[in-house]
């Protein structure tokens, strides 16, 4: 990847105008901080025990992202029927 970024040397984006390597340069930083959050993650995950297992939430709960959503459904629904 930096062989890649190397050879973009100056150049720069069509519209923005932007220097090549540094909109290729996001993604080994994207990578980087992935790795690091999955770290976290994973050793926090590794601090449980038999009697609290599952009681650290992972960094983004879906299930609690799709309850608010369907929350904010019903909610609407009621808004429109009244």
């Known amino acids: ?3 890649v970024i190397r050879l973009l040397g100056s150049s720069k ?4 105008q932007l220097p090549q390597a540094l909109v290729y340069s996001v993604i080994p ?13 994973t050793a926090k995950m590794m601090k449980e025990n038999e009697e609290n297992l599952g009681a650290s939430k992972p960094s983004m709960d ?6 608010i959503y ?4 019903a909610a609407k629904a009621k808004g429109v029927e009244k």
């Open 13 to 16: 984006t069509t519209m923005l």
């Open 70 to 73: 369907q929350e904010k459904l």
């Open 29 to 41: 930083l994207s990578l980087i901080i992935t790795c690091i959050r999955l770290v976290q993650d």
């Open 62 to 67: 879906l299930n609690a992202c799709e309850r």
């Open 1 to 3: 990847m930096a062989d």
